[in-house]
């Protein structure tokens, strides 16, 4: 209330005169900046390889699966739900990318089909998601929950348990390694990728309809914004880009694997919200999702470096997301 | 009152200054507050009421002053030592804990006990004691989730009495009452005020303090401006006080309505919440609803705008008739009809997203081409109406989440000038907002009609449906009492409708 009234009489300025200069900074830029310095510092301190050039490339290349799928956890975290059932989602899809170019000589109309087919399974199993969030109102977490069990299994079921391997050279040689004028194919997707989120997100009607809808899905819903396709269209397109990353990770591993992409949703969840994508919806920036993905990966680089094995890094992953969540709470208030 | 006169203050304060970066919240004010009375502190928004109150509840330590409880000077050092103080505030914002029974509620942190146990029926007897001491006739084991609003205040002002309490404020205590509820709130005042309470009521609602209040004090910009017995002034002075504008300043006389029949509603019915309610609007008329809380006006405002699935009837736009249980609110937009809820945080406005993103939220497609925003046109727009409004605002990307509830309001009302919208339903447009801020609705709403928009007006403000309305619909629980203009449109006649007595002829639009 007191503060409302200064912010008024002040014409709002009031408000940001008197909270403190680390409450400012971190509203500023959030958590991300300051532990990416201290990333650097410690890494770079400890282990002088984490800086060099190679590596540098190596983690760049290895980011982008996850900054395809934090993206993708982005555009529904925005609308205030997210999506547990992208690691299964990728598990699926990569068995069915790898069925599709097993069977193919793998030229480029056998790839061109698999990635189809992989994009294809994503975009399903989004779709699926969005129809039961939006059309019966029900919570994202169970609906995901469920789907991750219902796609893991059908991942399972469809290969047996095994990896589907003998994948030809060219699918991989491709997706995986291929460069496009010295610039390796990965990026150019996740580009792409991201170029076209941000268009959505920011230049069109659509976009500014997600923040509304996770904002306050009552104001959008009197304002006129046909709510319930907001959210189909949000888990539709976090398929698709699930999807994505499904294929490229295929062709990255060189196999079909019922077992890939376990760890995405809480890594993909926690790079969002390290980037300043807020739980409850309607705030969050493309950019804080794609830079909390690629910090993610450089951290697990830095103690893949110095030798922290991996369950420990678990614990890490855990604890920052914890750290993370604070933190939204802390700057955006209650 | 000649009585209180003599009595030496029970708390006074000299020359109260609180200062926050940039602005002088509280610029030595005096006052003060004696035994037995009802002091209501009235002002805009910022005029330092909450302040005040803040200082006195001991959230703020203040910069400069005195404070002398009972003529001995004391330093207030935190909350708890108010409480000790005997100085307690009923907030707003309730601090009862929903899943708690009353009886947990009353004794939250202060729990009776010995040996390390509770003593239930100590605490259960003194409940009661508390509770009829307030006139809540409630059961003291039911959760306080189960409670009406109304019911959840009472209990925080019966927790109050449990204290020893000799200084009690009511921080906008009628927010959330029905009349009814008011009226008994205001004798509990009375009952509390025989024993020695001193009162502190502050509020936005003018109306109210003529039924409650002794004395009132007007703050404005931190300021203290008059302290007057209630008998020594009427509404308009208060008003003239708080703004320093003139009563005919805020309501100037309407234009008339045009001849054209915009909105056509015939036998509309919601429920059991709403019968029969049939009426003609205007285009250039401002159509005033009133009615006491469950009269069924806020119903009839959601059931024009298809927010009501149970909503039956026919409602004719601009000839065109459709069935009432039909509506869709993203049709009626692209017909110009609009709906500005009552509760604007929680229905209408976005409030993590920026000023620019909530004015255009249902104006979009405006700003489209080829799929893609044209968001400097946006922009443009957006600063032509926060200058067109009045809005305070340090630029139109901050979000709406830091403003003033009158500027917030503003922003929502903002919306209706985006797009071409020709009927209004505005349900409470100045709850909770200041005397300026409604200033500036009130003329953004006679401006409206002055250029042929129709206008709905939704209120429990006997003001402005006296006053800013050309005619004015009244129902009582969910029964159209009829329909008042012109000589017919008197306090009385307003007020006699709100509780069911029907006028003798029903007028029909």
């Given amino acids: ?334 | 009152m000649s009585t209180a006169v003599s009595q030496p203050p029970l708390l006074r304060v000299e020359g109260l200054t609180k200062r926050f970066p940039g602005v002088l919240a509280l610029d030595g004010v005096d006052f003060e507050l004696r035994a037995g009375e009802v002091h209501a502190v009235v002002g805009e928004n910022g005029a330092g009421k909450s302040t005040l109150v803040k200082v006195l509840a001991g959230s703020f330590r203040p910069d400069r002053g005195r404070l002398f409880l009972e003529g001995r000077e004391v330093v207030i050092r935190g909350p708890h030592h108010a409480s000790v103080l005997g100085i307690r505030v009923v907030f707003q914002e309730l601090s009862l804990v929903p899943q708690l029974s009353v009886v947990e509620n009353l004794f939250l942190g202060r729990e009776v006990a010995r040996s390390g146990l509770l003593r239930k029926g100590i605490m259960l007897r003194r409940a009661v004691e508390a509770l009829s001491l307030v006139g809540a006739a409630l059961d003291p084991h039911a959760p306080v989730r189960e409670l009406r609003p109304a019911q959840r205040y009472l209990v925080e002002i019966a927790k109050a009495t449990l204290a020893d309490v000799r200084v009690l404020i009511l921080d906008e205590p009628t927010a959330s009452l029905t009349a009814e509820e008011a009226t008994r709130l205001f004798e509990l005042c009375r009952t509390l005020q025989q024993s020695g309470v001193a009162i502190l009521y502050v509020t936005h609602r003018l109306e109210e303090l003529f039924a409650v209040a002794t004395r009132v004090t007007v703050l404005r910009d931190g300021r203290h401006i008059v302290t007057l017995p209630i008998a020594d002034v009427d509404q308009r002075r208060l008003i003239t006080y708080m703004t320093g504008r003139e009563f005919r300043e805020i309501f100037p006389p309407l234009e008339a309505p045009r001849p054209a029949v915009r909105l056509r509603v015939r036998d509309l019915t919601v429920g059991g919440r709403l019968q029969a309610t049939s009426f003609d609007l205007r285009a250039g008329e401002i159509l005033g609803v009133g009615g006491l809380i469950g009269s069924g006006k806020s119903d009839l405002g959601r059931a024009l705008f298809g927010l009501e699935p149970e909503a039956a009837g026919t409602v004719a736009l601009d000839g065109a008739p459709s069935d009432a249980h039909r509506l869709d609110p993203r049709r009626l937009l692209r017909q110009g009809v609009m709906y500005f809820p009552p509760d604007r945080r929680k229905e209408a406005l976005v409030l993590c997203r920026s000023v620019a993103e909530n004015v255009t939220l249902a104006a979009l497609a405006r700003f489209e081409r080829l799929g893609l925003l044209r968001k400097k046109e946006e922009r443009r727009a957006v600063h032509g109406l926060v200058g067109r409004l009045r809005i305070r605002v340090p630029g139109t990307s901050v979000r709406v989440q830091v403003l003033s509830g009158g500027n917030q309001q503003k922003v929502m009302l903002a919306r209706g000038l985006v797009r071409d919208v020709r009927v209004f339903i505005c349900d409470e447009p100045t709850q909770g907002i200041d005397v300026g801020a409604k200033v500036d609705v009130y003329r953004f709403i006679r401006d409206l009609a002055a250029q042929g928009a129709s206008v709905i007006l939704i209120s429990s403000d006997t003001a402005e449906i006296l006053h800013l309305c050309h005619r004015v619909l009244i129902l009582y629980r969910g029964i159209p009492m009829g329909i008042l203009a012109g000589e017919e449109l008197t306090e009385e006649n307003v007020v006699r409708n709100y509780f069911g007595a029907r006028l003798a002829e029903v007028a029909h639009a």
């Fill in chain 1, 1 to 334: 209330m007191r503060e409302q009234s200064l912010a008024e009489r002040l014409g709002g300025q009031a408000l940001d005169v008197r909270v403190g200069l680390l409450t400012r900074m971190l509203t500023l830029v959030g958590i991300l900046p300051i532990l990416m310095i201290l990333l650097v510092i410690v890494f770079g301190l400890l282990q002088p390889r984490f800086l060099a050039g190679q590596n540098l490339y190596t983690v760049g290349i290895q980011s982008v699966y996850l900054v395809i799928v934090a993206v993708a956890q982005m555009v529904v975290l925005l609308t205030g739900g997210f999506d547990l059932s992208v690691g299964s989602s990728i598990a699926l899809t990569s068995i069915v990318t790898a069925s599709v170019v097993a069977s193919s000589s793998g030229d480029a109309g056998g790839i061109t089909a698999a990635s189809l087919a992989g994009i294809g399974t994503g975009t399903l199993i989004g779709a699926v998601n969005g129809t039961v969030i939006a059309l019966f109102s029900v919570s994202p977490f169970i609906v995901t929950l469920a789907m991750l069990s219902i796609a893991s299994g059908a991942a399972l079921i469809l290969s047996g348990g095994v990896p589907v391997f003998n994948l030809p050279s060219g699918f991989a040689g491709t997706l995986a390694k291929g460069t496009v004028a010295g610039v390796p194919v990965p990026w150019i997707i996740t580009a792409l990728i991201i170029l076209l989120v941000y268009v959505l997100l920011s230049w069109t009607r659509f976009g500014r309809y997600l923040y509304a809808v996770g904002g306050n899905p009552d104001a959008a819903h009197l304002s006129g914004v046909p709510v319930r396709r907001c959210l189909f269209l949000a888990y539709t397109l976090a398929g698709v880009l699930t999807g994505m990353a499904g294929v490229l990770l295929t062709a990255r591993v060189g196999s079909g694997e019922p077992n890939l992409g376990a760890t995405v949703p809480l890594e993909s969840i926690a790079a969002a919200v390290l980037g300043g994508v807020s739980l409850r919806g309607g705030e969050g920036t493309l950019l804080g999702a794609v830079l909390g993905a690629v910090f993610l990966v450089f951290l697990r680089n830095g103690m893949d470096l110095v030798r922290i094995s991996s369950y420990v890094q678990m614990v890490v992953t855990g604890v920052l997301l914890i750290v993370a969540i604070v933190a939204d709470r802390y700057i955006h208030g209650r």
